[in-house]
């Protein structure tokens, strides 16, 4: 079992910028992607970036791209999202995620077996 904890939510102006964590509790013997979802209400979880944590890969989905930043610090077993610019419709619960035993993208849900609680990220105009 990977354990999975984020930090770093909170709520910010439309334009402004935060840095959300996910913290693994071990490597993950399954695979090195780990990813950050979103779900906003009564929308479905999508994904926003991927991170491979052996090489630093990364794929960011078409509205992450240009504003947001997926890293991972291996010393720390720790993967960040800087998020820039952010608009309201960033609104949503954060989740991070760490890879299963079946790989089918690195933006797929059923990519990923373990899941962290989640982080509120609250923009506000």
């Known amino acids: 079992q990977v354990q999975l904890v984020e930090s770093g939510g909170g709520v910010v102006e439309t334009g402004g910028s935060l840095k959300i964590s996910c913290t693994a509790s071990?490597?993950?013997?399954?695979?090195?992607?780990m990813a950050w979802f979103r779900q906003a209400p009564e929308n479905e979880r999508e994904g926003v970036a991927a991170?491979?944590?052996?090489?630093?890969?990364?794929v960011h989905s078409d509205s992450a791209k240009g504003r947001f930043a997926i890293s991972y610090d291996r010393t720390k077993k720790t993967m960040y999202l800087q998020m820039r610019r952010l608009q309201l419709e960033d609104t949503a619960m954060y989740y991070c995620?760490?890879?299963?035993?079946?790989?089918?993208?690195?933006?797929?849900?059923?990519?990923?077996?373990?899941w962290g609680q989640g982080t509120q990220v609250t923009v506000s105009s």
């Open positions: 995620a760490a890879q299963g035993l079946d790989y089918n993208g690195a933006l797929a849900q059923d990519s990923y077996d373990y």
């Open positions: 071990r490597d993950n013997s399954n695979g090195p992607w």
């Open positions: 991170i491979r944590s052996d090489d630093d890969s990364t």
